[in-house]
């Protein structure tokens, strides 16, 4: 019988490598694997014309997506995390030393939606008391998915033309929140600093606390496909879980990786954040994780209302049958 055929957006990661080259297959479907997208072009395809069977979206857009009707479906494959402290700049001469000082200013940010920026908001209001509707925040593009901001949500876009970071290098705004490294920074502008200079060190205190390392991104299907071969959501975490267990083995090797330190890189992440951190399945550590994105969804205005995991996630649990990534 013919293998269904489903294109897949995503990333060109280490995790997928395995499923790129062909080398772990996913029963029963023949994968298009197309990772020559950067994040922005690939939310947007998918957001607003929905060109892919199987791909890697922003988690925001996703809950917004499902808040409207979209007819998608996530499995729990989560192929971007990244910790977000170290991605919130200063001025140097702004004056901001905490993130209290964040307060009545005007923010910078790319644009409202990113989860990097869901995220670190959510963080500066739960964990240092700085209400995101108390700030301004300056984008320099439309968003992914169109959305009404609420009516004490200040947002006002950069001028035409004018960087984020070279508005923060120049003072015209004191701060930014950034899903990447400014361009000024990597350059070593000196009149960019971060608001948390041992962000490292922030970052291992906030796991240790909340046993949360942020989820950036969820895997979605057409929900037409999840209909129509049930089989398919199960089939495809069991891939991509065989495939990140055979990426933990090649980097470990410190003959893959071109960094004379990376096995204690390696040790460390252990020690602190275990065997496995980019788990995947409904853990408890990951349902502790989606649901506080999507809290964070709804006190930032993006969704109406919050939704159990089990009515956005396929039900892809093996239970006591075993799983690729323990059998290999």
Same mark, same amino acid.
């Given at each position: 019988?013919?293998?269904?055929?489903?294109?897949?957006?995503?990333?060109?990661?280490?995790?997928?490598?395995?499923?790129?080259?062909?080398?772990?297959?996913?029963?029963?479907?023949?994968?298009?694997?197309?990772?020559?997208?950067?994040?922005?072009?690939?939310?947007?395809?998918?957001?607003? @014309?929905?060109?892919?069977?199987?791909?890697?979206?922003?988690?925001?857009?996703?809950?917004?997506?499902?808040?409207?009707?979209?007819?998608?479906?996530?499995?729990?494959?989560?192929?971007?995390?990244?910790?977000?402290?170290?991605?919130?700049?200063?001025?140097?001469?702004?004056?901001?030393? *905490?993130?209290?000082? =964040?307060?009545? @200013?005007?923010?910078?940010? *790319?644009?409202?939606?990113?989860?990097?920026?869901?995220?670190?908001?959510?963080?500066?209001?739960?964990?240092?008391?700085?209400?995101?509707?108390?700030?301004?925040?300056?984008?320099?593009?439309?968003?992914?998915?169109?959305?009404?901001?609420?009516?004490?949500?200040?947002?006002?876009?950069?001028?035409?033309?004018?960087? =984020?970071?070279?508005?923060?290098?120049?003072?015209?705004?004191?701060?930014?929140?950034?899903?990447?490294?400014?361009?000024?920074? =990597?350059?070593?502008?000196?009149?960019?600093?971060?608001?948390?200079?041992?962000?490292?060190?922030?970052?291992?205190?906030?796991?240790?606390?909340?046993?949360?390392?942020?989820?950036?991104?969820?895997?979605?299907?057409?929900?037409?496909?999840?209909?129509?071969?049930?089989?398919?959501?199960?089939?495809?975490?069991?891939?991509?879980?065989?495939?990140?267990?055979?990426?933990?083995?090649?980097?470990?090797?410190?003959?893959?990786?071109?960094?004379?330190?990376?096995?204690?890189?390696?040790?460390?992440?252990?020690?602190?954040?275990?065997?496995?951190?980019?788990?995947?399945?409904?853990?408890?550590?990951?349902?502790?994780?989606?649901?506080?994105?999507?809290?964070?969804?709804?006190?930032?205005?993006?969704?109406?209302?919050? *939704?159990? =995991?089990?009515?956005?996630?396929?039900?892809?649990?093996?239970?006591?049958?075993?799983?690729?990534?323990?059998?290999?």
């Amino acid at each position: 019988m013919a293998k269904l055929k489903l294109t897949v957006a995503c990333g060109d990661y280490e995790i997928v490598r395995a499923l790129t080259d062909g080398s772990v297959e996913c029963d029963g479907i023949e994968l298009v694997m197309l990772t020559g997208m950067g994040s922005r072009e690939r939310h947007w395809r998918m957001a607003r @014309k929905t060109e892919f069977d199987v791909c890697e979206i922003n988690i925001g857009g996703f809950l917004m997506g499902r808040d409207r009707g979209e007819p998608l479906t996530a499995i729990p494959v989560f192929l971007h995390r990244r910790f977000r402290h170290g991605f919130a700049f200063v001025n140097v001469n702004s004056g901001i030393r *905490t993130p209290k000082d =964040l307060i009545g @200013k005007r923010i910078g940010g *790319t644009n409202f939606q990113p989860a990097s920026n869901i995220w670190m908001r959510g963080i500066l209001e739960e964990h240092y008391g700085v209400p995101h509707r108390q700030c301004t925040w300056v984008v320099e593009r439309e968003e992914d998915v169109e959305f009404t901001p609420a009516k004490d949500l200040r947002i006002e876009m950069a001028p035409p033309g004018k960087r =984020l970071d070279v508005m923060l290098a120049e003072g015209e705004i004191p701060a930014m929140l950034s899903p990447d490294i400014p361009r000024l920074f =990597l350059e070593g502008d000196k009149r960019i600093v971060r608001l948390f200079p041992n962000y490292k060190d922030m970052e291992i205190a906030y796991f240790r606390e909340t046993g949360i390392f942020p989820i950036m991104h969820v895997t979605v299907v057409r929900q037409e496909i999840v209909d129509k071969y049930p089989w398919v959501a199960t089939n495809l975490v069991k891939a991509f879980d065989e495939a990140k267990a055979i990426a933990y083995r090649r980097v470990a090797n410190p003959r893959v990786v071109p960094l004379a330190w990376i096995r204690t890189a390696w040790e460390e992440q252990q020690e602190v954040l275990g065997d496995d951190p980019w788990a995947y399945g409904l853990t408890d550590a990951n349902r502790k994780t989606l649901e506080t994105v999507q809290r964070y969804c709804h006190q930032q205005g993006l969704i109406s209302r919050t *939704t159990p =995991l089990e009515e956005l996630f396929a039900d892809t649990d093996l239970g006591d049958a075993g799983g690729g990534a323990e059998n290999i």
